[in-house]
């Protein structure tokens, strides 16, 4: 599977944006979908990610305030951003990790779970 992010931008803090990640390629219901982010000088964090089943997870810094979804008919999965803050600059990456089943439930806030990766999206909140 092939993924492509975009929606970035620079936004004031408290703003929102959403970020959405294209994908090409088959069977896209049995990948589980996850955003990560890095910000200069940083490792890759995850953000978020939504399962094959449509539960997902967060990391504690952005619950409450993003929200992940998926369309699989449109190949498309979006992060929605709300309520900003600096902090939240970085490039935001969407991956895919296989899970096997559409019905499968597994999620992953590790990198080195996904295999497939988009090219980032610049995310700018200023202050």
């Known amino acids: 599977v092939q993924l492509q992010a975009s929606g970035g931008g620079l936004v004031q803090t408290g703003g929102s944006l959403r970020l959405s990640c294209v994908a090409s390629?088959?069977?896209?219901?049995?990948?589980?979908i996850g955003w990560f982010r890095q910000a200069p000088g940083k490792e890759r964090e995850g953000v978020s990610c939504i399962s094959s089943s449509h539960s997902s997870t967060y990391a504690e810094s952005v619950k409450g305030r993003f929200t992940i979804s998926r369309d699989n008919a449109k190949k498309t999965f979006y992060l929605q951003m709300n309520s900003l803050k600096p902090e939240d600059t970085a490039v935001y990456y969407c991956?895919?990790?296989?899970?096997?089943?559409?019905?499968?439930?597994?999620?992953?806030?590790?990198?080195?779970?996904?295999?497939?990766w988009g090219q980032g999206t610049q995310v700018t909140v200023s202050s």
């Open positions: 390629g088959y069977n896209l219901d049995y990948y589980a």
């Open positions: 991956a895919a990790a296989w899970s096997g089943s559409p019905s499968s439930a597994y999620t992953s806030l590790f990198h080195s779970d996904f295999r497939s």
